[in-house]
C-alpha cells in the first residue's frame, strides 16, 4: 500500500471513530483527535467545513457532506455569509440549544456552547413530528445513527438526539464545552480603561475561557428553570397532574420487538383499557405511551387517588411539592407501580422488565408535577448598556414548556430554534432592535398553537424563514412600538 493510501485510511478510520463515537465525551475525543491528525481548527469557523470537505473524501464522508451541502444551499444562510461577525453564546447543550447552534452556525456565526453536565445521560424519549424527522434526516442523523427513525418509528432518546446534533454542531464549527456552568450576564465595564470590552459570561468554573468570550447574542436554552434575567414567565394552571417516566432494558430480542408500541392512549379515546387496568392492578391511570428505543420507555400520567392507595405516596398533601416530596414517595412501591402499568399496558409481552439505570446508577423511574407549565410572555428581548447592544433570546423549554405525555418539547423547540436564527440573522443584517423584537414576538405567538396539523405541509421546504413553516403567518401582528418595554437599558441586577 502507498502511503498516501495508508494515510488516507488512517484518516478515514478517524473520520469513522467520530461517527460511531456513542457518548458526549466521545465525540468531543473523537472530534479532537481528527482535527489534530488533519491540522485542522474549528476556532477558524469560517473555513473549517470547506476545509474538513477537502480532506475527507471517504464514500460515507461524501454522503455527509452531500446531506449537508444541500441543506447549507438555503438561500436564507447566504453561502455561510448572512452573520458573519455575530458572535453567539448558547446556554444549554439540550436538543434545543444544540439545534439552535447549528442554524447559527450555518450562518456563519461564531457559536459557543456551554453545557452544565459532562455527560448525555438521559434515556427518556422523545416524540418527534414528521418535520422534525426530515429535519433531521437533512442532517445526516442517519449517518450516525443507522437506526434513526426506522420504519414507521417517530421517537428517540433525548441522548442519542444530543449525541448526532453535537456530531452536525461539531461539523459546522461550534465550539462545545461541557462542565461549564452559565451564572450570569456580565455587563460591558464602565471605565476607561476597559473600554471597548462588551457583553460577557459569568461561568463556572470562573476561570474556563469561555469566560473571556464576548458576544452580541446570548441564547436561553437552559431547560424548563431558564437562568435568564428579563423573561416574565406565564403559568398555565390545569388540574393536578403527576406524570411518571419508566425505562427498562431493551435487550433487542425477537420477542421484544414483537411487542406492540402505546404512541399515546388517553382515557377519552379509548375508557375500556383504563377501567380493565384499574379493576385488575388498582392503577388509575389518564394516559399511557410507550416506545421501544434505546429503552423501553414509558410516560403515563396517574391519578393521586390510586398513588395513595397503592403506597407510592405516603401522605396526602394539598401542595403538589409536599404530595411528591422525596419523603413522602415509597420509591419501591414507585417501581412497582411502574412496572405494573408497563405490564398490562403491553398486555404482559415484554419477557422481562429490569430497570434501566439512570446517570446516578438508580432505576430510571421519576415522578412529576405538570399541574403548572410555565411559557415566557417573550421571546426575546435586547439589552443595551455602554453604547453594547445585546440579544438575548430563548428557545426550547427555556421559552414554552411542553406537556410530556404529547411529547411537544422537541418539535415546537426546534420551530423556535429556526425562528431564533431568522431574527439573529435580521439582527446581524441591521435591522433595527425594536423591529426585529417586533417580528419576534409575531412569529412566538403562534409557537403555542402549533400541532401536526396546522404547520405546512411541505417540509422539503422549511427553512428558517417563518414563512415556509406557517401557513397563517403574520409577521406584523405585534408592531415596534408595542416592544419598547423589551429594550432595557438599564442596570441587571
Ligand atoms: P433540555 O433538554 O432540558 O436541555 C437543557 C440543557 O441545559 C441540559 O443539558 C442542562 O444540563 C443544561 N443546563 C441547564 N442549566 C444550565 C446552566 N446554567 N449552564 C449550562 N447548561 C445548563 N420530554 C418528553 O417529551 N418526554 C420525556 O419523558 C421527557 N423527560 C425529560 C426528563 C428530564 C430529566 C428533562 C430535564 C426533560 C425531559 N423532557 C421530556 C423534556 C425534553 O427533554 C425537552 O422538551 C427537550 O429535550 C428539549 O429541551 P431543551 O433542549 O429546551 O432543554
Known amino acids: 500500500m502507498g502511503e498516501m493510501e495508508e494515510d488516507r485510511d488512517n484518516v478515514g478510520k478517524l473520520f469513522e471513530d467520530f461517527v460511531q463515537s456513542s457518548?458526549?465525551?466521545?465525540?468531543?475525543?473523537?472530534?479532537?483527535?481528527?482535527?489534530?491528525?488533519?491540522?485542522?481548527?474549528?476556532?477558524?469557523?469560517?473555513?473549517?467545513?470547506?476545509?474538513?470537505?477537502?480532506?475527507?473524501?471517504?464514500?460515507?464522508?461524501?454522503?455527509?457532506?452531500?446531506?449537508?451541502?444541500?441543506?447549507?444551499?438555503?438561500?436564507?444562510?447566504?453561502?455561510?455569509?448572512?452573520?458573519?461577525?455575530?458572535k453567539c453564546l448558547i446556554i444549554g447543550g439540550g436538543p434545543c440549544g444544540l439545534r439552535t447552534a447549528i442554524e447559527l452556525a450555518l450562518m456563519g456565526a461564531k457559536v459557543v456552547v456551554i453545557e452544565k453536565r459532562d455527560s448525555f445521560a438521559r434515556n427518556?424519549?422523545?416524540?418527534?413530528?414528521?418535520?422534525?424527522?426530515?429535519?433531521?434526516?437533512?442532517?445526516?442523523?442517519?449517518?450516525?445513527?443507522?437506526?434513526?427513525?426506522?420504519?414507521?418509528?417517530?421517537?428517540?432518546?433525548?441522548q442519542k438526539l444530543q449525541l448526532v446534533l453535537l456530531k452536525v454542531a461539531l461539523i459546522v464549527a461550534v465550539e462545545f464545552h461541557i462542565n461549564v456552568e452559565f451564572v450570569k450576564l456580565l455587563e460591558p465595564p464602565e471605565d476607561q480603561e476597559n473600554e471597548g470590552i462588551?457583553?460577557?459570561?459569568?461561568?463556572?468554573?470562573?476561570?474556563?475561557?469561555?469566560?473571556?468570550?464576548?458576544?452580541?447574542?446570548?441564547?436561553?436554552?437552559?431547560?424548563?428553570?431558564?437562568?435568564?434575567e428579563g423573561f416574565k414567565r406565564k403559568e398555565f394552571r390545569g388540574k393536578l397532574a403527576i406524570a411518571i417516566t419508566a425505562n427498562f432494558i431493551n435487550r433487542n430480542t425477537t420477542a421484544e420487538a414483537r411487542v406492540e408500541e402505546i404512541s399515546g392512549v388517553a382515557f377519552i379515546f379509548n375508557q375500556k383499557f383504563f377501567l380493565d387496568l384499574k379493576e385488575e392492578t388498582g392503577i388509575d391511570l389518564e394516559n399511557i405511551v410507550y416506545y421501544r428505543d434505546n429503552t423501553h420507555y414509558f410516560v403515563m400520567t396517574a391519578k393521586k387517588q390510586s398513588l395513595l392507595d397503592k403506597g407510592v405516596v405516603i401522605h396526602d398533601y394539598i401542595d403538589t411539592q409536599m404530595l411528591l416530596s422525596s419523603a413522602n414517595v415509597n420509591q419501591e412501591a414507585l417501581l412497582c407501580y411502574a412496572r405494573e402499568a408497563a405490564d398490562f399496558g403491553t398486555n404482559y409481552q415484554l419477557p422481562t422488565l429490569d430497570f434501566a439505570m439512570n446517570h446516578c446508577g438508580q432505576p430510571d423511574v421519576a415522578m412529576f408535577d405538570f399541574t403548572n407549565m410555565y411559557a415566557s410572555d417573550n421571546a426575546a428581548l435586547v439589552r443595551e448598556r455602554f453604547g453594547h447592544q445585546l440579544l438575548v433570546a430563548l428557545v426550547g423549554d427555556s421559552l414554552l414548556e411542553p406537556f410530556w405525555p404529547m411529547g411537544t418539547g422537541c418539535a415546537r423547540g426546534f420551530l423556535a430554534a429556526f425562528d431564533t436564527a431568522w431574527m439573529v440573522k435580521s439582527w446581524a443584517q441591521g435591522?433595527?432592535?425594536?423591529?426585529?423584537?417586533?417580528?419576534?414576538?409575531?412569529?412566538?405567538?403562534?409557537?403555542?398553537?402549533?400541532t401536526t396539523e396546522n404547520i405546512g405541509k411541505n417540509f422539503e421546504q422549511y427553512t428558517i424563514d417563518p414563512g415556509t413553516r406557517y401557513p397563517n403567518l403574520n409577521s406584523a401582528c405585534v408592531r415596534p412600538h408595542q416592544v419598547r418595554h423589551l429594550y432595557i437599558t438599564t442596570e441587571l441586577s
Request: one cysteine or more.
Open 23 to 86: 457518548t458526549c465525551k466521545g465525540a468531543l475525543q473523537a472530534f479532537n483527535v481528527l482535527c489534530r491528525r488533519l491540522d485542522l481548527d474549528p476556532a477558524d469557523n469560517d473555513i473549517f467545513y470547506s476545509s474538513l470537505k477537502a480532506k475527507l473524501t471517504s464514500w460515507k464522508a461524501q454522503a455527509l457532506w452531500s446531506k449537508l451541502d444541500k441543506r447549507m444551499s438555503h438561500k436564507e444562510y447566504k453561502k455561510g455569509q448572512a452573520c458573519v461577525g455575530t
Open 124 to 158: 427518556n424519549v422523545l416524540h418527534l413530528w414528521p418535520y422534525t424527522i426530515h429535519d433531521l434526516r437533512g442532517l445526516g442523523a442517519k449517518k450516525f445513527y443507522g437506526k434513526f427513525c426506522a420504519g414507521a418509528i417517530d421517537h428517540i432518546s433525548i
Open 198 to 228: 462588551g457583553w460577557r459570561a459569568a461561568i463556572r468554573p470562573a476561570d474556563h475561557p469561555v469566560a473571556n468570550f464576548e458576544f452580541d447574542v446570548v441564547v436561553g436554552a437552559d431547560g424548563r428553570r431558564n437562568t435568564l
Open 431 to 450: 435591522r433595527t432592535a425594536l423591529e426585529v423584537l417586533a417580528e419576534r414576538e409575531s412569529i412566538y405567538r403562534l409557537l403555542p398553537q402549533t
